[in-house]
Structures are given as C-alpha cells and as structure tokens.
C-alpha cells in the first residue's frame, strides 16, 4: 500500500466506522477500487486502524464509563457473542469474507433493504428504555447477537447493535450510545486477536503503515462520532438504508465484472 492508500482508507474508516453502513465494507469496496491487492497485511491493516476509531469513542465517553460502572458488565455480556463466534470462525472470516467484495455487496444491498422493513416496523414500536443505566443483561445479550452478524462484511457492526437494541426496546439514541460503547471491547479484541494470530510479524514499515492509519482514523471518527449523534437525534436510518441500496447496485453494475 501507499501512503496515499493508507491516508484515504483510514479516512473511510474514521468517518464511517459508527455509521450503519459497515466501515470493513467501505474499505473493502475502496480496495477494490483502488487496485490494493488483498493480502494478509491489508486484510489486518483494515482490523487494527478500528481500534484507532474506537478510542475516539473511550475519549468522548470516558466521564460516562467511569460513573456507571455496573454498565461495565451489561456491555462485556453484548460482548460475549461476538467473542465466542469471532474466536470460532476467525479463519474463515479472515480467509474468506474478508476481502470478499461480492459478499460485501450483496450484505451492503440486503442490509439496506433490512432497514426500510425494520424502520417502518419500529415506528409502531414502544420505546421502554429510554437510558444506558436502565438496558438489562437479557437486552445486552440479544444485542450481542445481533452485532456478531456484522462478522459478515457489509452488515455493519452500529447497524446490527443499533437495530438489535431497537428491537428490543431500547429508544434510538440509547441504542446508538451502547453501539458506541460495545465497539471498544469488540475492536479491543479483533485487534488483539489478529495480532497473536499474525505473530506479530510486521515489518517496521508495516508497523509504521498501521500507526498512521490509527491516528488518522483516530481523528476523523471523533468528528463522525458527534455528528452522528447530532443526526440520529432527529432523523431516522432511512437515508443510510437507500445509500447502501444505492452503492450495491452501483458496484453491481459498474465493477462486478
């Protein structure tokens, strides 16, 4: 990769990573464009620059971690799933789905397709927790599950945490916050485990490669991470639904040759 490459994929990462629109799938989709080959390193470049992402998220919402402590275990019980699964499946994941442009934008497609259903079904839906403090371990668990879909590049981790918190009761901006929060133990761990399952067998250039990209998307997802929030406020996810719909066909049509 370039530096050009580094610079516009830990961008995309940054901007999207906390968008229900897959940061893995973007990059992915980018690569291809870009004519970036996918090797082990750039599949493990597009894991570890998250981890940078999600520090903007342990920055922004350090004061609200450290006064609801007993939050702590309701976020590592969503975490559970996806660990057990991540850890199962991690060969197949990195082998196969990542990388996979043609599943990438088939869950890009289906995923916005998903939303327009979703969202015109919890219009009619009672929102019972309306605060981070009040979700329960049973909600936890469940929105676990569904974000160990998002190991399907394209689902989008936020989009599968989100939705999964909506259907179970939880009103929208508490559903966003706790995608927030779920990412840091989720990309703690992806990052950690392809670290040990590469071997730490990165160059001095690679190494230089992945800390440019974990400022960079540092930087630009507290930017996201706040606008995000702003947006979610008001507006529903349909725009995003009709952009994922948008770019699958695109992509289809135009560079699934």
Request: aromatic share 12%; glycine share 6%; with cysteine.
């Amino acid at each position: 990769m370039s530096l050009i490459h580094i610079i516009i994929l830990s961008i995309i990462e940054g901007v999207t990573e906390f968008l229900p629109i897959s940061s893995t799938g973007h990059m992915i989709l980018a690569g291809k464009l870009l004519n970036i080959p996918s090797t082990d390193f750039v599949k493990s470049f597009e894991i570890i620059i998250q981890l940078g992402a999600i520090l903007a998220v342990v920055v922004l919402y350090f004061k609200t971690l450290i006064k609801n402590i007993p939050l702590w275990p309701k976020i590592i019980t969503a975490f559970f799933p996806t660990a057990i699964l991540g850890f199962t499946l991690y060969k197949i994941i990195k082998g196969f789905l990542l990388g996979n442009v043609v599943v990438t934008v088939c869950a890009l497609g289906i995923g916005g397709i998903a939303f327009l259903v979703l969202e015109r079904q919890l219009k009619k839906k009672q929102f019972s927790t309306q605060t981070l403090t009040s979700i329960t371990y049973k909600q936890s668990f469940i929105i676990g599950l569904f974000q160990s879909l998002s190991m399907i590049p394209g689902v989008s981790r936020s989009a599968a945490s989100i939705f999964g918190a909506m259907i179970t009761g939880v009103n929208r901006e508490t559903s966003v916050e706790f995608s927030f929060l779920l990412a840091i133990p989720t990309m703690v761990a992806a990052t950690g485990l392809d670290l040990i399952k590469s071997g730490l067998t990165f160059t001095t250039n690679e190494y230089e490669m992945l800390a440019i990209g974990f400022i960079i998307a540092f930087i630009t997802a507290l930017i996201a991470v706040k606008s995000f929030l702003a947006f979610v406020k008001t507006n529903t996810f349909i725009p995003f639904a009709w952009y994922r719909i948008i770019l699958a066909i695109t992509f289809v049509i135009f560079f699934l040759k």
